[in-house]
């Protein structure tokens, strides 16, 4: 478990360097100069033109040594010191963060957790039922196959536009002002789901084809053959296959992270929801560079958190990884 | 969208390890052809493909206006305009075709380009081994974790210009590893066989052995997962589109649907507009998906249905 | 008689129409015989194995039966059937190492499958469990383990005790020693053997293509070729006086004890078996066997040359003249249209 685990922080620790080395380097990398291309937008006065890139390349560390300017950079994120939005001047870019961050983790965790729970239980219902089946297995690949910003459009025009079910867009109702009353929570809550749906969906199909896919490998497989042979009722062969199964799902889980945190981006600015894609988005319009370098610094830091929790989940249910201490032979 | 997820799928086939009953069993190479045409995902997925890249191909020419032609604004879909038009009074159905080359050219490009990456990756970790299987494998973990997304966007918002070639390499350059994994693990598989052990002791080099008696027997499983990455490029290009970060000057199904957000298509109901881009993008990456899984079954006899 | 196997014949779906793997099979197996059934691979011995306890899906009865301690076993019914697995009729599988499931204790794993039998007392199996992995040497502690924590012998002998834990009258090994080394392979054998002598097991089916190993552990060896018998007679018998030509082969072209030959094409005979799927009338040897005559292109039938040696061989019927007893297999009758005359 030990060597597990220290394998996997390994991993993360070198993917946060990366991630860290690239997010410096981007900007460095692309031929132009980003401080030019952001004061490009306004009409300035030559002498208020020298000033600003003066200081804003000192601000944004275009100045001095490759090397020192990537050490400057290293210094800020280790005291999480993110700078200043440009656009949003002159909140900090960690209290942006700060304050979209609440509504993103309010879309993604319920979506990522209901739609794996629910989604494994429909696939290992579809392998058992051949009737099930028959609609699970098409629709699921229907939801697989459909982009985000459809799905992010389409539904929300049906039931937002076309029946007046949910509001359309935003974090809560453009007439209230948030406080921790019942009906700012009931606005919060009916804003909150059908980008919440959006995401949902999207992953339900994937997660519900692996499951049904792998059980129906797994109930093929020798051990089941053995336990068939030796009398084992069905249902406790497809118990046996399903937890088989659940091992290889869970390391998608993980690897699928990725995927949803960018669905989730689209769902985001698509709906106008107050979350870290929006302020992305925002970023990018504003060509706000130090929100778009602290926001890909804070996801690259989400997403790793995210691994190790699953990496603790698997441990949990893979006996291979908890007992590869115990050198037991091969 | 967790296509990805469908490439772990353990029952894809590793060439000759099913047991059959009898050597009179072994599948001949028109079996293949047999199955292929009798199964029914396989025929219907394939055949809505098809459908739709004639569309793509000749779409452009048959249909009667230019995306640039101008008409009555934001109209419904009329006999002269088939899916109506938008908020410049372009022709939506002369965008959605043209739309539909630039995914699948997308697709294409970001499936090939992973392709060639993860094949190389793929076939050198696993043929090596060692210290450098370790490397590329944490490479690969690494660029798994990273967001594609999330880096595409960064990249592109510092780019003025973008073409279509650069979405579709770099969408290619984010989603290698999957390959690389299925290409290292088949690798890992088969050079312990006999037949590679022969070719080995017989003084050929690594490379063409790999080349010769290594990549073949894997050509079936490497087809399904560039199929899936085909799939997922064109769904991650729609989204990169949606946020404006499309290659400049294109018309795309993304784009397309980040026009009709962005100019409140949801408000005035204005369903022509965003409606069939997703559609048929759906439809696209759904008979993938399904001609996939019927393919898979033709490859491996184990998941025929009896 | 443990087992009694009647005319069995099992055919396996497929595009070009069934295939019939096993043709007409009969053979009886005597209380506390362990019978070794060889053949190459494709012969159809795996799929008697099979048949008689699990039929998969593609496969199916296509005739014949098999009676074990006189009862008949209902092998198309899947229900009745697995109520009989594991206690009446067990399975040693061919792959063992990968046979148990990974994300179990094995103690747990033989507690789900006594409540899958519906066995009150479980107590008093455990302490007979116990009693049986002490017997070979291993502790009890391995109940608390997972599969992988196993070596390749020790998931060998797991498997062993617990196919046999409820005492099966018959026990199928299918090729329980082709994954093993010289030493292991002994001691499995010798598990076998022990096993038979204390009555955990009445009777068992050795199948393997490899004849080195059955002449250590087995009472009797029955030889398989194309989907039929060629040969059954003690070990002795067939290792020391083989009568079938194809028999005469596969003993001749024997390598060092132990040493696999798996898909062994034999030396000095030239061609392969014959394809199942359209098999040739008479004699399935024919087209490689030295001897034969006009004859063979009838089916020859499976005929008790000596008490307890049968042999299906026009040539070797001939030479052993009138006294033997010929027996004619249902099966033979039914294909006679091809084959006038089988009987005489």
């Known amino acids: 478990m030990r060597r597990f685990l220290s394998r996997k922080l390994i991993t993360y620790l070198i993917a946060f360097v990366i991630g860290v080395t690239v997010d410096w380097g981007i900007p460095r990398l692309i031929p132009g100069d980003p401080v030019q291309a952001y004061l490009s937008q306004f009409r300035l006065q030559p002498a208020g033109y020298d000033a600003l890139y003066k200081t804003m390349s000192e601000a944004f560390g275009t100045n001095g040594s490759a090397w020192d300017q990537y050490m400057h950079y290293w210094q800020s994120i280790l005291t999480w010191n993110m700078g200043v939005s440009i656009g949003n001047f002159p909140a900090r870019v960690t209290t942006l963060i700060g304050q979209a961050l609440p509504y993103t983790l309010a879309l993604l965790i319920p979506a990522i957790v209901l739609s794996y729970i629910l989604g494994n239980r429909l696939g290992a219902a579809a392998a058992r039922r051949k009737g099930l089946d028959n609609s699970v297995l098409p629709l699921g690949y229907v939801f697989q196959a459909m982009p985000y910003p459809w799905l992010a459009l389409i539904i929300p025009y049906l039931l937002a536009v076309v029946w007046h079910v949910f509001p359309l867009s935003g974090g809560y109702s453009n007439s209230l002002l948030p406080t921790w009353s019942w009906t700012f929570i009931g606005s919060l809550l009916t804003h909150w789901f059908l980008p919440f749906l959006t995401v949902f969906l999207v992953s339900l199909g994937g997660w519900a084809i692996g499951m049904r896919n792998l059980v129906i490998y797994e109930l093929e497989n020798d051990s089941s053959r053995y336990l068939r042979a030796l009398g084992a009722r069905e249902r406790v062969i497809r118990r046996y296959a399903y937890r088989n199964a659940s091992l290889p799902q869970l390391s998608g889980l993980a690897l699928q992270l990725g995927v949803v945190v960018g669905g989730n981006i689209v769902t985001e600015i698509a709906f106008q929801y107050p979350g870290l894609g929006k302020l992305l988005y925002t970023a990018i319009g504003n060509k706000d560079y130090f929100l778009l370098q602290g926001i890909f610094i804070f996801i690259i830091i989400g997403v790793l958190i995210a691994n190790f929790v699953i990496d603790l989940v698997f441990i949990s249910i893979d006996p291979r990884t908890r007992l590869s201490m115990q050198g037991a032979p091969a | 969208m967790s296509l990805a997820d469908t490439l772990q799928e353990p029952g894809a086939p590793v060439p000759g390890a099913p047991a059959r009953p009898a050597a009179a069993l072994r599948p001949r190479r028109n079996d293949f052809l047999y199955y292929g045409l009798r199964n029914k995902k396989l025929v219907f997925g394939l055949g809505l493909e098809i459908l739709l890249v004639i569309l793509a191909i000749i779409g452009p020419s048959i249909s009667p206006h230019n995306t640039t032609d101008y008409f009555k604004l934001n109209a419904s879909p009329t006999g002269a305009n088939w899916l109506g038009t938008d908020f410049q009074g372009h022709d939506v159905f002369a965008q959605l075709v043209n739309g539909l080359r630039e995914s699948y050219l997308v697709g294409a490009l970001g499936a090939v380009s992973a392709a060639i990456v993860g094949m190389v990756l793929g076939f050198i970790a696993g043929w090596r081994g060692g210290i450098l299987d370790e490397i590329l494998q944490l490479l690969t973990n690494v660029i798994v974790m990273i967001p594609s997304l999330v880096l595409l966007v960064v990249v592109g918002a510092y780019l003025n210009t973008r073409s279509v070639l650069f979405e579709g390499v770099f969408i290619g350059l984010t989603t290698w590893p999957w390959v690389a994994r299925a290409v290292r693990a088949q690798t890992f598989s088969l050079r312990s066989r006999e037949f590679v052990d022969l070719a080995r002791l017989s003084g050929k080099r690594p490379t063409s052995i790999v080349i010769r008696d290594i990549a073949p027997n894997m050509a079936s499983y490497l087809f399904l997962v560039v199929i899936l990455l085909f799939g997922s490029s064109m769904l991650l290009a729609a989204s990169y589109d949606f946020l404006g970060l499309g290659p400049s000057g294109v018309v795309s199904l993304g784009g397309m649907m980040q026009n009709a957000n962005l100019n409140s298509a949801l408000f005035f109901k204005e369903w022509w507009w965003f409606f069939p881009p997703g559609l048929v993008l759906t439809a696209m990456v759904a008979s993938l998906l399904v001609a996939n899984v019927g393919l898979d079954e033709v490859f491996n006899p184990k998941l025929r249905e009896s | ?344």
Not at chain 3, 71 to 85: G, I, T, V, Y
């Open chain 3, 1 to 344: 008689m443990s087992l009694t196997v009647e005319n069995l014949s099992v055919a396996y779906r497929s595009r070009r129409g069934d295939i019939t793997a096993v043709d007409s099979v009969s053979f009886r197996l005597a209380d506390g015989e362990i019978m070794g059934l060889a053949g190459e691979s494709g012969s159809g011995k795996s799929t008697i194995g099979n048949a008689l306890i699990y039929m998969d899906p593609r496969m199916k009865l296509a005739g014949g039966k098999a009676l074990l301690d006189g009862k008949e076993l209902p092998l198309s019914d899947n229900d009745a059937m697995r109520k009989l697995r594991m206690t009446e009729v067990s399975l040693v599988p061919q792959y063992a190492m990968s046979a148990l499931p990974p994300t179990r204790r094995i103690g747990k794993i033989i507690a789900d499958l006594l409540k899958s039998h519906g066995i009150k007392d479980r107590d008093e199996v455990l302490s007979e469990l116990l009693r049986r992995l002490e017997l070979i040497g291993l502790k009890d502690e391995i109940l608390r383990r997972y599969a992988f924590e196993l070596s390749g012998g020790m998931r060998q002998r797991v498997t062993i005790i617990m196919s046999s834990l409820l005492n099966p009258s018959l026990l199928i090994a299918d090729e329980v020693t082709s994954a093993l080394d010289v030493s292991t392979q002994r001691a499995v054998g010798e598990m076998l053997i022990e096993f038979r002598d204390r009555g955990y097991i009445k009777s068992a089916i050795a199948i393997t293509h490899d004849l080195s190993i059955l002449a250590q552990i087995a009472d009797s060896i029955t030889i398989m070729y194309a989907g039929r018998l060629a040969e059954k007679a003690s070990t002795a018998a067939i290792t020391e006086a083989p009568l079938h030509p194809y028999t005469q082969a596969l003993i001749a072209s024997l390598p060092e004890v132990g040493v696999r030959h798996e898909d062994t094409t034999l030396t000095g005979i030239p061609g392969r078996p014959p394809s199942l799927v359209n098999p040739p009338s008479g004699c399935r040897f024919r087209e490689r066997c030295p001897f034969a005559f006009e004859k063979c292109t009838e089916t020859p039938p499976f005929a008790e040359i000596r008490p307890g040696h049968q042999v299906a061989c026009w040539k070797v019927s001939q030479e052993h003249g009138g006294g033997a007893r010929v027996t004619v297999p249902a099966g033979a009758i039914a294909d006679s249209a091809s084959t006038k005359g089988t009987g005489k």
